[in-house]
């Protein structure tokens, strides 16, 4: 059985749905990966428009600005992230989303506030509360590494799997972005194939962070260690235009190519190689 794909819809914002679940199923997708806004969607068009035109929420890429830091060192702030954490959960239930994302620290955090061990444990203690309302309304949970210019906290897959070891969870798992994995692995496909079962979730992007085809990241070593860990989850398009603060793009609603541009091509570019694996 192939992959089944999906897209990140953060450089479709300002569009409304219908369009967005055309775009995709025109294209050849399956999935579609929501913003963790719930209040930018009614959740009954929602399932209503991915049943007529075949598409599954797999994902809500949850947005961590400043007010939303689940290793703050004050008690309050954590409190709030989780809350809004725990609103992503019941967005997921309320379009049967399977997965969504989590990352400890917000975007643009490029310094601690706290000792190491301290924000070790802030991260374990929040992303288990997390993943327990999840598991109360059905989800999963992903752990998402970005790059340094994004957070200090969590760089590497091996990282985020430091955290997982240390949560009792059996709906928590791994995600791997190739954008950063870009930046900080020194080998993406190796780095896939150490995660194994636990890699959960994935966000694929070339080096330029544009459509898979468009930079010089080599997808068929990747693709092929996701076939080799026989990854079941969607493979998701997180395709974002060249801005320092990647939710810029929800403000700009700019990015002409990574409509119908960048769709179509991704997935071409993907299905090809995949036909070439192994
Ligand atoms: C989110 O999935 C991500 O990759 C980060 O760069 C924040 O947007
Ligand atoms: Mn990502």
């Keep these: 059985m192939g992959f089944k794909y999906s897209y990140n819809t953060i450089v479709y914002s300002g569009e409304d749905y219908l369009t967005q679940v055309k775009r995709l199923n025109k294209f050849g997708y399956e999935g579609i990966e929501l913003v963790g806004e719930p209040s930018w969607y009614d959740f009954s068009e929602v399932n209503k428009f991915n049943l007529e035109y075949n598409i599954k929420v797999n994902s809500i890429c949850s947005i961590f600005t400043a007010e939303r830091d689940l290793i703050h060192p004050e008690k309050s702030m954590r409190e709030k992230a989780i809350e809004y954490c725990k609103s992503i959960a019941d967005m997921a239930a309320a379009v049967n989303s399977t997965t969504m994302i989590v990352a400890p620290s917000p975007v643009g955090k490029i310094e601690a506030m706290t000792s190491e061990k301290d924000e070790m444990n802030y991260a374990i203690d929040s992303i288990q509360k997390v993943g327990e309302y999840a598991k109360s309304v059905g989800t999963n949970i992903s752990i998402e590494p970005w790059n340094r210019y994004e957070t200090y906290f969590i760089n590497r897959l091996e990282q985020a799997e430091k955290i997982l070891d240390n949560l009792s969870l059996d709906n928590a798992g791994i995600h791997g972005d190739t954008f950063h994995m870009s930046i900080e692995e020194a ?42 860990i026989n990854f079941s989850n969607y493979i998701t398009m997180e395709l974002i235009p060249p801005v320092s603060d990647p939710f810029a793009c929800v403000r700009g609603g700019k990015a002409e190519e990574f409509k119908d541009n960048y769709t179509e091509q991704s997935i071409n570019h993907l299905k090809k190689i995949e036909s070439q694996l192994k």
């Design 187 to 228: 080998n993406i496909a190796d780095a896939y194939k150490k995660m194994g079962k636990k890699l959960n979730h994935c966000h694929l992007a070339d080096s330029n962070r544009a459509a898979p085809g468009t930079g010089h990241t080599d997808f068929k070593p990747i693709l092929q260690a996701l076939k080799d």
